[in-house]
């Protein structure tokens, strides 16, 4: 990937710092992230941004082995899909377990964690991760 | 869902050449030369000179990230003496080359042209493997999967747990599938790999991403593959053997795979498929053989659902019954598939027309099916947000 200039990721701290989503006001289904347009109503109406609680269960997972750029001190890593209590689904990674601990319908909770530092320029990346909820 | 059946094309479409590379590491060729071998093969194949041809369209899925080179068909249109006739790119990650197909197709039943080349190619070899992995991951949605560190292996990984655990699905299943492509792959001179594999094999190579391991996993491959399309009524002019596109589909569904409705399926394949048995009038009972997209092995087990070859969730009782083998009701990629013959991504699904064309002529040798009437190639852009789906026929 190519070294992107700052506003690429300042844009998105707002969205990355807290987890921010939609509810469409016709089906009441909730979407993360944001959108416009509920993709299942499909209809012209004001999306309402609501703001998730960060407890969900995990949907489905893998573990990461062979990583992209930018990944490597963090292989294996655990990533999954969430489903959020709210219904809403979210792709994060699930850290504080172990690779072989990892289950469907784990409970986990939202934490804000370091995701990795961008190339020579070290910008640092923080975002939402997952831990085993208690 | 609308009803395809009543849109029916002003024209018929034949192809009548098809000409590819071989598949694999080719370190001594370049992108432009890999697609001007293809080309080239294709045209000498249909008897006709670069000057006939009226329209180019070409996929690729990242030359630009690949091998810094944006603006491929214009390239390929001065490489292939068809200046200064319009070329284009169609671009939908894995997917590219039968994006390009389609064109080609619409611009063919449209009337608007009457000769088009369709291609696509890749050079992915010329990057470090964990740089592919970055590039390829370019096809999710970056900031809400790839900025996670997912890969492609870990989307498909998601499906494969999710289908094991809703459906019973065995990890030995899945591992039929690299298997039985390998084995086809050993009988096509084009393949990328032509060593047959063993369940063992598969299960003792190295985890990518639990559950699937490096046996799972389609290669990075350079390759290019062309095909000629004219209109059918004048099919005969250019070719004794035309093969005759029966239905052309493509449907797409979100990029994030956390939005879809049901992780064990890929719906855009479900409404694609529908609308090419809509479209030919066909039902999945009808096909006699197929090329699916098998990117990672649980991804063809998927399709062979979706496709509506096996009952939802019963994808590996499918494999187990052999009838998927060369040789059984439905052979499925009997040119090795993705994961044997090779997948270079942009020019994948001409590929598989070309496989299609291949065994409706009569002409795959070793791998031929009996009785070959209907061929299906379903091929999927990225994790599944957009599937092509086209039936071809030797007959009208
Ligand atoms: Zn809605």
Redesign the pocket.
């Given at each position: 990937m190519p070294e992107f200039a700052v506003p690429f990721h300042w844009r998105n701290f707002r969205k990355r710092y807290s987890l921010i989503g939609s509810r469409?006001p016709?089906?009441g289904?909730y979407f993360y992230p944001e959108r416009h347009i509920?993709p299942?109503?499909k209809r012209t109406v004001k999306i309402e941004e609501v703001m998730f609680s960060g407890k969900g269960k995990v949907f489905t997972y893998t573990v990461v082995r062979v990583p992209p750029e930018g990944f490597k001190i963090y292989a294996p890593y655990i990533v999954a899909i969430i489903e959020l209590e709210e219904g809403a689904k979210i792709t994060g990674q699930v850290v504080d377990c172990d690779p072989g601990e990892i289950k469907i319908g784990m409970p986990v909770e939202a934490v804000f964690r370091k995701i990795r530092s961008e190339h020579e320029s070290g910008i640092v990346l923080y975002g939402t991760k997952f831990k085993p909820a208690k | 869902m609308m009803d395809f059946s009543k849109l029916k094309p002003a024209r018929d479409v034949a192809i009548v050449g098809i000409g590819s590379t071989e598949f694999g590491e080719h370190w001594n060729k370049s992108l432009r030369e890999l697609a001007g071998e293809a080309g080239s093969k294709a045209l000498h194949d249909a008897k006709i000179d670069p000057e006939e041809i009226q329209l180019l369209v070409g996929g690729n899925m990242s030359g630009g990230m690949f091998v810094g080179q944006e603006h491929g068909a214009g390239l390929f249109a001065d490489y292939l003496g068809i200046n200064p006739k319009p070329s284009m790119r169609t671009e939908a990650a894995c997917a590219s080359g039968s994006v390009a197909a389609r064109v080609g197709f619409m611009a063919v039943a449209s009337g608007m042209y009457d000769v088009v080349a369709v291609g696509g190619a890749e050079k992915m070899t010329d990057v470090s493997g964990e740089t592919a992995t970055s590039v390829l991951a370019g096809a999710m949605d970056q900031e809400n999967e790839a900025f996670h560190g997912l890969t492609f292996p870990g989307v498909y990984a998601f499906l494969a747990n999710r289908h094991m655990h809703e459906y019973g699905t065995t990890r030995e299943q899945i591992a039929m599938i690299p298997v039985k492509n390998h084995k086809n792959g050993s009988l096509n001179p084009i393949a990328h790999f032509k060593n047959k594999i063993t369940v063992a094999d598969v299960l003792g190579s190295a985890l990518v991403s639990d559950p699937l391991r490096l046996l799972d996993c389609s290669p990075i491959s350079d390759g290019a593959a062309s095909i000629i399309m004219v209109p059918a009524e004048k099919a005969k002019d250019y070719s004794d053997n035309p093969i005759y596109i029966r239905a052309s589909a493509q449907a797409s569904d979100s990029l994030t795979v956390h939005d879809r409705r049901d992780i064990t399926t890929l719906d855009a394949t479900v409404w694609a498929a529908k609308e090419a048995y809509q479209r030919s009038g066909l039902t999945p009972k009808d096909i006699n053989f197929a090329e699916v997209h098998d990117c990672f092995s649980i991804n063809e087990l998927i399709a062979y659902e979706d496709l509506g070859f096996a009952k939802k969730g019963e994808g590996g009782k499918l494999i187990e019954s052999g009838d998927v083998e060369i040789g059984g009701r439905i052979p499925i990629n009997t040119s090795g598939g993705l994961k044997a013959k090779g997948h270079p991504v942009g020019a994948t699904g001409i590929a598989q027309l070309y496989e299609l064309v291949e065994q409706l002529r009569g002409e795959a040798g070793k791998r031929q099916v009996d009785n070959a009437r209907y061929g299906l190639a379903h091929n999927v852009g990225g994790s599944g947000a957009t599937v092509v789906v086209h039936i071809l026929s030797n007959e009208r």
């Open positions: 469409c016709v089906c289904r509920c299942v109503c | -």
